[in-house]
């Protein structure tokens, strides 16, 4: 990031909302949360050694393909976590597998670890990205509570921020990156933008307070199903 524009470091620094507002609620983190919290590490790790990394002069693309199945596990298993009802929850724990599989072929057959990825992480979003749309569309549709007052709309309202931006960001990313470079940083500084934006909702969402689950157990750090 070094000689990167000011809005970089506030798309760096905003991931700490998050993460802090976790921290300091940790009183009312529900498994869901839990598992959110995790993606937000491994995000928050990825990048930093991905920091420096770059002001080694290093290629640093291979993160994403270190922390990618691990996020994905993270973020789907919070997302499952989220659903009403048994059936979503149970389909979405049986992407999980899938997915990682398709991530190690994908890695052996198809991916160069020194560029963008043109399969496993877009894979990756667009799953994060339709579950997340899914479990607002879903929960809402059934809330009988203000959806403001939710944490899962205001995190899944984060996530469908995030993912929907790096659906877009990757694919154009790896065809742009040598033939219009200029196309992929602004394509960045939106996303800087974009991820600004999903750190504040994601952190709103962990200052709601906890709620009895839908299946009827009580959402405590205790709970685990």
Same mark, same amino acid.
């Given at each position: 990031? @070094?000689?990167?524009?000011?809005?970089?470091?506030?798309?760096? /620094?905003?991931?700490?909302?998050?993460?802090?507002?976790?921290? /300091?609620? *940790?009183?009312?983190?529900?498994?869901?949360?839990?598992?959110?919290?995790?993606?937000?590490?491994?995000? @928050?790790?990825?990048?930093?050694?991905?920091? #420096?990394?770059?002001?080694?002069?290093?290629?640093?693309?291979?993160?994403?393909?270190?922390?990618?199945?691990?996020?994905? #596990? @993270?973020?789907?298993?919070?997302?499952?976590?989220?659903?009403?009802?048994?059936?979503?929850?149970? !389909?979405?724990?049986?992407?999980?597998?899938? %997915?990682?599989?398709?991530?190690?072929?994908?890695?052996? +057959?198809?991916?160069?670890?020194?560029? %963008?990825?043109?399969?496993?992480?877009?894979?990756?979003?667009?799953?994060?990205?339709? !579950?997340?749309?899914?479990?607002? #569309? /879903? *929960?809402?549709?059934?809330?009988?509570?203000?959806?403001?007052?939710?944490?899962?709309?205001?995190?899944?309202?984060?996530?469908?921020?995030?993912?929907?931006?790096?659906?877009?960001?990757?694919?154009?990313?790896?065809?742009?990156?040598?033939? *219009?470079?200029?196309?992929?940083?602004?394509?960045?500084?939106?996303?800087? @933008?974009?991820?600004?934006?999903?750190?504040?909702?994601?952190?709103?969402?962990?200052?709601? =307070?906890?709620?009895?689950?839908?299946?009827?157990? +009580?959402? =405590?750090? /205790?709970?685990? #199903?």
């Amino acid at each position: 990031m @070094a000689g990167a524009p000011v809005i970089a470091y506030v798309a760096f /620094a905003a991931q700490l909302a998050p993460l802090g507002t976790a921290f /300091a609620r *940790r009183s009312q983190m529900t498994p869901a949360r839990f598992w959110v919290f995790v993606w937000l590490v491994l995000w @928050a790790v990825m990048n930093t050694i991905g920091y #420096v990394v770059a002001r080694l002069h290093y290629n640093h693309h291979f993160l994403s393909y270190i922390f990618t199945p691990l996020q994905g #596990v @993270a973020i789907l298993w919070a997302l499952a976590l989220f659903q009403i009802q048994p059936v979503a929850r149970l !389909t979405i724990r049986i992407i999980i597998p899938i %997915f990682v599989a398709a991530w190690a072929l994908a890695l052996l +057959f198809i991916e160069n670890v020194n560029n %963008f990825s043109t399969f496993a992480e877009p894979v990756y979003s667009i799953l994060a990205l339709g !579950t997340a749309l899914y479990t607002l #569309v /879903a *929960r809402s549709s059934e809330a009988t509570e203000p959806v403001t007052q939710q944490d899962w709309f205001w995190i899944c309202s984060g996530l469908a921020l995030y993912f929907g931006a790096l659906t877009v960001l990757l694919p154009l990313s790896a065809a742009l990156v040598y033939s *219009r470079p200029d196309i992929v940083t602004k394509a960045y500084y939106v996303d800087f @933008a974009v991820n600004i934006v999903a750190c504040l909702s994601i952190a709103n969402g962990f200052l709601c =307070s906890a709620r009895s689950t839908p299946s009827g157990s +009580f959402s =405590s750090p /205790a709970s685990s #199903v």
